[in-house]
């Protein structure tokens, strides 16, 4: 068989065209490699009972709203009237809190919150939790309306 000079340039030019990569020595990989461990985060359940006790029947406490609030939330409270942790400007009757989703992925959790007011009049808020968080606080609060 004979070989066309067409055949021969376009052998020269793929190869030319490959880049030079000097060969890689074999490592010995370990013996046992470990899963890297996902970082320690607060559950839905955790969530749940420290908003439960951190909003009570009627707001927060002093106390909570000291030691369990963001920086972010604090510096907000500062700048308005309104009181941002229960988008309100009095006291709710009464507080429910919904179930909490976990996004373990985005390190946060939250729950809607619902206030309930005077004439059977509701109101509703979602509360955010960081899950890294020691202790627990709440670190963004979005009203509604």
Known sequence: ?????????????????????????AVAAPAAVAPAAAPAGHTADQISRFLVRFYGKHGPSAHARRHHVSQVLLE???NTLSDVLLCAQD??????IGPVTVAQAAGVGWATVTTHWAADRTDTFTVYVRLDTR???????ICAG
């Open 1 to 25: 068989m004979m070989l066309k000079p067409y055949s021969l340039g376009a052998l020269l030019l793929t190869s030319l065209a490959l880049p030079l990569v000097p060969p890689v020595p």
């Open 76 to 78: 907000r409270q500062t």
């Open 91 to 96: 006291r709710p009757q009464d507080i429910g």
């Open 135 to 141: 202790p627990l606080r709440v670190e963004d609060v």
